[in-house]
T-cell receptor
Framework: GAGVSQSPSNKVTEKGKDVELRCDPI?????LYWYRQSLGQGLEFLIY????????KSGLPSDRFSAERTGGSVSTLTIQRTQQEDSAVYLC?????????????FGPGTRLTVT | RKEVEQDPGPFNVPEGATVAFNCTYS??????FFWYRQDCRKEPKLLMS???SGNEDGRFTAQLNRASQYISLLIRDSKLSDSATYLC??????????FGGGTRVLVKP
């Protein structure tokens, strides 16, 4: 079946612009996660959605970052007024539910470059 | 101190040899532990869970040492296809996974 998809695969933007990154999780997965991975670094947790519960935003690095999940499916991560340090690969993952948190299926990521 | 720490490597391993590496975690309340594998420029994928009693999956053996707060991964009879970055993953409270920076393994003929 279809895996997690993300778009765009690559995004180059100028410093100060806003960007939107999209994630389409596996159908039926109620849990959705956003991470970012900088060059040579581990995954940094950003935000977690579980069903209709309020999202866990504890990993968002600043108020320039926000995310939504509409209809319990597609999610959008928005970065306002992008900075060069925002350059990274943004990975989205989904799991069947919170009990299956350990088995996350990752999308291919969006490589964001801020110039 | 990072919550999950790994030797970044790379570990250069002759094909057919055994390689082992550890990962330390700082939160003693951590509940579950996993290894993920990430190929170059690809997304991470779950490799195996780590149980207190230790567990094996083919050529891969994972162990947990709660007293010293580390987990280990051992790969026997290394194959060229084992070349990847191995991410140590720890689940603490709050339904979040914390990923280590990864250990890079390069298997060479």
């Amino acid at each position: 079946g279809a895996g997690v998809s993300q778009s765009p695969s690559n995004k180059v933007t100028e410093k100060g612009k806003d960007v939107e990154l999209r994630c389409d999780p596996i159908s039926g997965h109620t849990a959705l996660y956003w991470y970012r991975q900088s060059l040579g670094q581990g995954l940094e947790f950003l935000i977690y959605f579980q069903g209709n519960s309020a999202p866990d935003k504890s990993g968002l690095p600043s108020d320039r970052f926000s995310a939504e999940r509409t209809g319990g499916s597609v999610s959008t991560l928005t970065i306002q007024r992008t900075q060069q340090e925002d350059s990274a690969v943004y990975l989205c993952a989904s799991s069947l539910g919170w009990l299956e948190i350990y088995e996350q299926y990752f999308g291919p990521g969006t490589r964001l470059t801020v110039t | 101190r990072k919550e999950v720490e790994q030797d970044p490597g790379p570990f250069n391993v002759p094909e057919g040899a055994t390689v082992a590496f550890n990962c330390t975690y700082s939160n003693s309340a951590s509940q579950s532990f996993f290894w993920y594998r990430q190929d170059c420029r690809k997304e991470p994928k779950l490799l195996m869970s780590v149980y207190s009693s230790g567990n094996e999956d083919g050529r891969f053996t994972a162990q947990l040492n709660r007293a010293s707060q580390y987990i280990s991964l051992l790969i026997r009879d290394s194959k060229l296809s084992d070349s990847a970055t191995y991410l140590c993953v720890v689940e603490a409270a709050g339904n979040k996974l914390t990923f280590g920076g990864g250990t890079r393994v390069l298997v060479k003929p």
